[in-house]
């Protein structure tokens, strides 16, 4: 009862927060990414915009199947796609979820996955967790400023039971409870990018707000003809542990073998810059890598079912 009552009185502060400082006819936008609990706020909450950031790879071996489907995705993102490093159910997830809800879904996506570790010279970490920036929320920011361009409510999937990651993303906000950001502007005379900071989005917890928790939103989707995919964020997500890893090292071997590459190119690298092996990427340990987790041998064979949400990792709400 204690429990409740607490839950309870953060709901309350939680929507006092968010109907704080709203500006009026304020647009909104909610922000998908080919999970359920986000697909369920694109069903139930009508917004302005639905904007779905796809992370993607030029990698052949990763090659998106369907062809027909490959030049739909391109269409939507403006450029040619190859194949995502998610499981390629996500890209059926985002199409059905449209003819469902039946209202357009933006499409975005910034540079491939490789591109961006070889830019950054290792993989991303729980203590370098750049990817999310870099691939989604980088090109999320590019769409709001060619599109938009003035303070946005974004829905963000958030279930009742997950107020402590709202919390930490509300801190991020100013005393406004808006989030403030650098955006290209355009050039400078001597070609340098010009910045300027700007007033964009302001969180918004419906799921929360109306204490929607993850068994309601698994009967909302049991008769709904919405394919979702077994895991949602990428293949070898670091958040990942290293038994989920094993699994899909053979569930999708060759997105997994792609993890396994990335880390191996960029490991030479560090020893031909540096002259020795360097603790990076997803586990700063070099003793445990792709490979090592791709190859050790369980003792028992594991099924979809031995899994729960908590290994999907944080990009796949």
């Excluded at 502060?13 to 609990?37: A, C, E, V």
């Excluded at 920011?141 to 009742?160: C, L, Q, S, T």
């Excluded at 997950?162 to 801190?171: G, L, Q, Y």
């Excluded at 997803?282 to 041998?297: G, M």
Aim: aromatic fraction near 14%.
């Amino acid at each position: 009862m204690e429990d409740l009552k607490q839950w309870q009185e953060q709901i309350l502060q939680l929507t006092k927060y968010n109907k704080n400082n709203l500006i009026k006819d304020m647009k909104t936008s909610n922000s998908i990414s080919g999970g359920k609990s986000s697909a369920y706020i694109a069903a139930n909450y009508k917004a302005d915009f639905n904007l779905f950031a796809l992370v993607t790879t030029n990698d052949k071996t990763c090659l998106f199947p369907d062809a027909k489907v490959r030049q739909i995705v391109s269409d939507r993102i403006g450029k040619e796609f190859v194949g995502t490093l998610e499981m390629d159910d996500i890209i059926y997830t985002i199409l059905d979820l449209e003819q469902f809800i039946g209202r357009k879904i933006d499409w975005v996506s910034g540079m491939t996955f490789e591109d961006m570790v070889r830019k950054r010279k290792t993989l991303p970490s729980v203590f370098q967790r750049f990817c999310t920036s870099e691939l989604k929320i980088e090109p999320m920011k590019k769409f709001w400023y060619d599109k938009i361009n003035e303070p946005i409510e974004v829905r963000i999937g958030f279930r009742a039971n997950e107020m402590r990651r709202a919390k930490t993303m509300m801190e991020k906000c100013n005393n406004d409870g808006f989030m403030y950001s650098k955006f290209k502007i355009g050039k400078s005379d001597s070609g340098r990018n010009k910045l300027k900071e700007l007033k964009w989005q302001k969180p918004f917890f419906p799921l929360i707000e109306d204490g929607i928790f993850k068994d309601n939103i698994e009967e909302f989707w049991k008769d709904k003809s919405v394919r979702f995919a077994y895991k949602n964020n990428c293949v070898g997500c670091f958040e990942r542990n290293p038994i989920m890893l094993n699994y899909m090292s053979k569930k999708e071997s060759n997105k997994f073998d792609f993890f396994m590459n990335l880390e191996k190119e960029m490991q030479a690298y560090f020893v031909k810059t540096k002259g020795k092996e360097s603790k990076y990427g997803r586990f700063l340990d070099s003793d445990i890598t792709y490979e090592k987790i791709k190859n050790h041998k369980l003792q028992m064979d594991l099924f979809d079912d031995d899994f729960n949400t908590c290994d999907s990792g944080y990009c796949g709400l």
